[in-house]
């Protein structure tokens, strides 16, 4: 047992860093609905500059953010074309039909990318006994699909596919920033050819709260109604935000760290019996490892915890462990031989 838990359960669990606690209790500012918070301008302008757009809002989460995303591009009757194990389609709570009447219908993911030919043959043609396809949303990086990295060609591609149709690309980059660092590019590269983009500030940037919504000045100024409707109307929010300049401005580059971690303990895992995942497969901080029927992936969740090591199990036989600002290099140690005694221990009936 550790003195403090290994918390891998998620890159949400990350505290905010001392710089900004500080960032927090000195924040100049203001009420955001009427524009007059400066600590929320200075981030949003910075969030718009660092993605390549011309303008971003401040959400509360990066749920909220996807669904004032997808609201500014649709109408209600409209439908939006996204992967079939996207986090909007799987853990969103149908937020997309349930308010903004909008249809959802997928297509197949593979490594994270969307199946080209699959998404381009689900948009709907000019025929009024269907809906209009007005939007395509991409995931960066991909959460059930790994961790997955979607490429600058492959965002590219379906950013034209999308617009050939008329319809714009909303890409969910609650992780984007790690997709950036893994792939060595500027994140301009991977958030210029979508329409808007949504990224989290407390994930692996560690910020307690918030997301941020990028796009057109248009785009944002229908946003921020939608956001005024969804309860996300905050008012001295300078307080999140000032986390979130900190994040934004000594947070990315250290996330090559948690990858580092992250494939240490694939490789770790890849070499205990009754594991099974493809260590070549981790590109981020997300890792995902299948168990054994003998071990069972709840029990293993179960003991690991009595051994203060968290984690989440999906589904049934399947783990996620995610690296984050706060893991260690000794604590994936400790946790992978917290993992090897356990599996071995249970595959020999001890």
């Not at 669904?67 to 937020?95: I, K, M, N, W």
């Not at 971690?261 to 594991?275: D, F, S, T, W, Y």
């Not at 054994?292 to 989440?312: D, E, H, P, W, Y």
Request: glycine letters at 10%; proline letters at 4%.
């Amino acid at each position: 047992m550790t003195d403090r838990p290994i918390d891998l359960r998620s890159d949400t669990v990350t505290l905010p860093t001392p710089e900004m606690r500080r960032a927090i209790a000195e924040a100049e500012l203001g009420d955001d609905v009427f524009r007059d918070d400066p600590t929320v301008i200075r981030l949003e302008e910075m969030a718009a500059e660092r993605v390549g757009k011309p303008a971003a809002v401040l959400v509360t989460s990066g749920t909220q953010g996807n669904l004032v995303g997808v609201l500014s591009h649709t109408q209600r009757g409209d439908e939006a074309v996204c992967g079939d194990q996207s986090h909007v389609f799987h853990y969103e709570v149908a937020g997309c039909a349930v308010v903004g009447g909008v249809q959802l219908r997928t297509v197949p993911n593979r490594d994270g990318m969307l199946d080209l030919a699959a998404a381009e043959a689900a948009i709907r043609p000019s025929d009024l006994h269907v809906p209009r396809t007005a939007l395509i949303c991409l995931e960066n990086t991909h959460n059930r699909n790994g961790g997955a990295v979607v490429s600058v060609e492959h965002t590219a591609a379906v950013a034209e596919l999308a617009h050939r149709h008329g319809a714009a690309l909303h890409l969910d980059g609650a992780r984007v920033f790690n997709a950036a660092v893994a792939l060595g590019v500027n994140v301009k590269a991977l958030t210029g050819p979508a329409d808007s983009v949504t990224f989290c500030l407390s994930k692996g940037l560690s910020a307690p709260v918030g997301s941020i919504l990028c796009g057109s000045v248009e785009y944002i100024q229908r946003a921020r109604k939608y956001r005024k409707m969804l309860g996300g109307g905050m008012r001295q929010a300078g307080v999140i935000a000032a986390a979130g300049i900190v994040a934004l401005g000594s947070m990315v580059d250290r996330l090559a760290e948690d990858h580092d971690n992250a494939k240490v303990l694939a490789e770790g895992l890849a070499e205990i019996p009754g594991i099974d995942i493809d260590p070549t497969k981790v590109q981020t901080n997300l890792v995902f490892y299948d168990v054994s029927a003998s071990v069972g992936g709840a029990g293993l969740v179960n003991a690991l915890r009595g051994r203060g090591v968290l984690c989440t199990s999906p589904y049934p036989g399947r783990i996620r462990m995610v690296t984050h600002y706060g893991i260690e290099r000794t604590d994936v140690e400790h946790a992978l031989r917290a993992i090897r005694e356990i599996v071995l221990g249970v595959a020999v009936g001890v």
